[in-house]
T-cell receptor, first 110, second 115 residues
Framework: GENVEQHPSTLSVQEGDSAVIKCTYSDSASNYFPWYKQELGKGPQLIIDIRSNVGEKKDQRIAVTLNKTAKHFSLHITETQPEDSAVYFCAANSGYALNFGKGTSLLVTP | DAGVTQSPTHLIKTRGQHVTLRCSPISGHKSVSWYQQVLGQGPQFIFQYYEKEERGRGNFPDRFSARQFPNYSSELNVNALLLGDSALYLC??????????????FGPGTRLLVL
């Protein structure tokens, strides 16, 4: 199947710092790139998504950038808070399926 | 509004048994997708259904099957369970979107343990 690579696998930042998670994808037909936050014992929660007709999207402390030429997209969280601690997944569509990265475990320490 | 709901929340089965998992989409959503999430990994696509028709199928054996009902709820069935089927099974619902995949909203999942 089509691959989505995600880095880093773990990320530890101090409260108030920024966190950046990067993903690459292989399917040149992908046109939808969501990001999900998953807390222990819960299902993935959509936090932001971007479609291929835009290069950047921002929602308060969260922003996503997309470079279709290079086939990579990134999540930026500014002014991190302890409640941002969770596993974050990027995904890219292949047809009607979402292909997910392996996840980034983000720890925000007070 | 209620989000995606799934039942049961937890399930324990033994090898060789059969299991049925259920999903109710967000009100107004006509598309349901199923994903398998093994511990420590990202979700893996199993099926997508829209208007009771299968629109996509992932790389899973024929032991996995699904269907969608007229009220858009869905069932995932797994036959002849293997230890490796132990996972969190996620359901996602979405509105249709012309020319692309609709935004997928996930439920809390059903955690299946096969002994």
């Amino acid at each position: 199947g089509e691959n989505v690579e995600q880095h880093p696998s773990t990320l530890s930042v101090q409260e108030g710092d920024s966190a950046v998670i990067k993903c690459t994808y292989s399917d040149s037909a992908s046109n939808y790139f969501p990001w999900y936050k998953q807390e222990l014992g819960k299902g993935p929660q959509l936090i932001i998504d971007i479609r291929s007709n835009v290069g950047e999207k921002k929602d308060q402390r969260i922003a996503v950038t997309l470079n279709k030429t290079a086939k990579h997209f990134s999540l930026h969280i500014t002014e991190t808070q302890p409640e941002d601690s969770a596993v974050y997944f990027c995904a890219a569509n292949s047809g009607y399926a979402l292909n997910f990265g392996k996840g980034t475990s983000l720890l925000v320490t007070p | 509004d209620a989000g995606v709901t799934q039942s049961p929340t937890h399930l324990i089965k033994t090898r060789g048994q059969h299991v049925t998992l259920r999903c109710s989409p967000i009100s107004g959503h006509k598309s349901v997708s199923w994903y398998q999430q093994v511990l420590g990994q990202g979700p893996q696509f199993i099926f997508q259904y829209y208007e009771k028709e299968e629109r996509g199928r992932g790389n899973f054996p024929d032991r996995f099957s699904a269907r969608q009902f007229p009220n858009y709820s869905s069932e995932l069935n797994v036959n002849a369970l293997l230890l490796g089927d132990s996972a969190l099974y996620l359901c996602a619902s979405s509105l249709p979107r012309t020319g692309g995949l609709g935004t997928q909203y996930f439920g809390p999942g059903t955690r299946l343990l096969v002994l």
